[in-house]
């Protein structure tokens, strides 16, 4: 794992001396330098780089106040402070330094220090990943529950369940929806078809005109048109011809690759 790192200190040979340590380490690759807290901000803001290394007594905003604003802007970049002072260790770890350096610097101590970034910014990248597993697990199931399973059907004074999958296509004509399958042909009680769509797959019920819901597996026929359009024939009764709008046909094209 390659640790992308910015070194900040106001006296340029130590910046010098430390960064010619880290590149005596395996998989650590400087990113950049900084001269005192604000511009270490505008740097790290701009690169988000895995690590930190961070004097604490500088010109400007100290190296507490960087780490506070890192923690506050949610930058995820691990700190380690580097300091000629001892004092100020327990403060270091309040604002959750991975380790505290002190000056000069002692190459296997740095060594150590590198290891311990190492490992929490691997276990914070693991920890990372699986909450956004998580999320889009949750994500995922939440649209399934958002999916019904069967569809209102209204034929006369009769309301059938029907199967997303039986459905052929779905069209707006005077603020009614007609639901369309193989063999019955209904009113839905959706009001829009936005709101039918959003209870349907959209990777399978395509929205193909402005008035028309198609289900793509209940395509039968693709005829071209004017102008590079087509006009879908559904698989149903009537074979029913439904429009491609021009913004749709692009989509159809590359889903078929036509």
């Known amino acids: 794992m390659n640790l992308s790192t910015v070194v900040v200190d106001d006296e340029q040979p130590a910046r010098n001396e430390l960064c010619f340590q880290l590149e005596l380490l395996k998989d650590v690759e400087v990113v950049g330098q900084a001269r005192d807290g604000a511009h270490a901000l505008q740097i790290i803001k701009e690169l988000k780089p895995d690590l930190v290394l961070l004097d604490i007594q500088m010109p400007g905003p ?7 604003e890192l923690v506050s802007n949610r930058i995820n970049s691990h700190v380690i402070f580097v300091t000629a002072y001892d004092q100020y260790a327990i403060e270091a770890f309040d604002v959750n330094a991975v380790d505290y350096l002190l000056k000069p610097i002692d190459p296997d101590r740095l060594a150590e220090a590198i290891r311990r970034a190492r490992s929490h910014i691997r276990a914070a990248r693991i920890s990372e990943a699986q909450v956004t597993a998580l999320e889009n697990r949750y994500s995922k199931q939440a649209e399934t529950r958002r999916r019904r399973s069967q569809i209102a059907l209204r034929i006369d004074d009769r309301l059938l369940l029907v199967q997303p999958d039986d459905i052929v296509y779905a069209a707006l004509s005077d ?3 007609t639901l369309v399958t193989g063999n019955l042909r209904g009113v839905s009680n959706c009001r829009t078809l936005d709101e ?3 209870v349907l797959d959209p990777n399978v019920f395509w929205r193909v005109h402005r008035s028309h819901l198609v289900n793509i597996n209940k395509i039968k026929e693709i005829v071209p048109w004017f102008s ?4 879908l024939k559904m698989k149903d009764q009537k074979s029913t011809e439904i429009p491609v709008s021009r913004t749709q046909t692009k989509r ?3 889903y078929l690759n036509l």
């Open 175 to 177: 603020d009614v929806i």
């Open 252 to 254: 159809l094209r590359e």
């Open 62 to 68: 100290n190296g507490f106040d960087v780490a506070r």
């Open 228 to 231: 590079r359009n087509y006009i």
């Open 196 to 198: 039918l769509h959003s």
